[in-house]
């Protein structure tokens, strides 16, 4: 399978796919952060402006672990001067219903990558039921990290699987896909299959979301074929479209929609306490990159299995993993390929 890499590549175009099984909440996990950067990447001051005021009102909570474990390796300079580099960026995005309090569970983990010449993200999914080693409990599904030991616990085991250094930590409200679908006017998508959900019917072919109605469509599994396969597929339909529409030249040049449009997001996100807004915002205006410039990836799994305590798993494909891994810690993922 081809991977799902929308748009352009700078870096050579990956080959293969992973299996996409995300669950309901993984566009609003990427978009919460991700789409808040890639808007620093425009020129201009009122750009400029309107990302500062949005990085000034992310909320802030304690999401890392221990500076031993959670501290990159090598500094990351986020001034893109001349003469200066950069190091790649990893963030654990985390998915919940309640980000403020930082508290609750969280059932959608991903990585957002961004390469040292911030030209390519890509963003990484972690099925909620993968069975993981999670650092002082045992082997379980990876969202039983969050329930064990909340977002600093979350960020370890993914650290530890990987074997890379976390640099910072998010939390996304899930809720926020319905304000920011609103926001936008909705989002039009391409639905390869009729179904109904919760009173709504989404036929096939174009079709444009909105609040609840697109909060349902990428929520439904059991009426589709394929289940939480497709719904994840759907998933990443809506998060490509928020994407593309929120950084559209119509939204953009419209100060009053762009800046409602951040202040959804801002209103969405929790960030680490490492992670201020002053070097958010430098972050943002870094980045040389589009929406079209993410690529989307999954942990490889070998199957399914039944463990006696735990239930049902996706099982790692420690090889698959192993490159993935590889990839990761040279920032070349653009080369990556299962």
Do not use: C
Request: charge should be positive.
């Amino acid at each position: 399978m081809q991977i799902g890499f929308s748009g352009r590549a700078r870096r050579a175009r990956p080959r293969r796919a992973l299996r996409p099984r995300g669950r309901r909440i993984i566009a609003t996990v990427a978009l919460g952060l991700a789409v808040m950067l890639l808007a620093g990447g425009a020129a201009g001051v009122y750009l400029y402006q309107s990302t500062r005021t949005a990085t000034e009102h992310v909320h802030h909570a304690d999401l890392m672990p221990d500076r031993r474990s959670a501290a990159p390796a090598h500094p990351v300079t986020l001034d893109r001067g001349k003469g200066s580099t950069s190091a790649p960026v990893n963030l654990v995005l985390m998915g919940q219903d309640a980000p403020r309090s930082a508290g609750g569970r969280s059932d959608t983990v991903m990585l957002l990558h961004l390469d040292a010449d911030r030209q390519t993200a890509y963003l990484i999914s972690l099925p909620r039921d993968l069975y993981v080693a999670i650092p002082g409990h045992g082997k379980n599904k990876i969202n039983a990290a969050y329930a064990e030991g909340g977002p600093q616990l979350t960020v370890r085991t993914v650290q530890d699987l990987f074997g890379i250094t976390i640099t910072h930590a998010a939390i996304v409200d899930f809720r926020g896909l319905i304000d920011i679908t609103r926001e936008l006017g909705g989002v039009t998508i391409t639905n390869p299959y009729a179904f109904s959900s919760h009173g709504y019917f989404y036929p096939q072919g174009k079709i444009t979301l909105s609040g609840r109605q697109a909060m349902w469509f990428v929520r439904e599994r059991y009426a589709l074929p394929r289940g939480d396969l497709d719904r994840t597929a759907n998933n990443r339909r809506v998060l490509l479209a928020i994407l593309d529409k929120g950084l559209s030249a119509r939204t953009v040049s419209d100060p009053a929609r762009f800046r409602a449009f951040l202040s959804e997001l801002a209103a969405s996100v929790t960030v680490d306490n490492g992670f201020s807004a002053t070097q958010l915002h430098k972050l943002a205006l870094s980045l040389r990159m589009s929406g079209s410039d993410i690529g989307q990836l999954q942990v490889p799994t070998s199957g399914f299995a039944s463990v006696p305590g735990v239930g049902s798993v996706d099982v790692v494909d420690q090889r698959g993993l192993a490159k993935l891994s590889s990839a990761l810690r040279r920032d070349d993922l653009g080369s990556y390929h299962d």
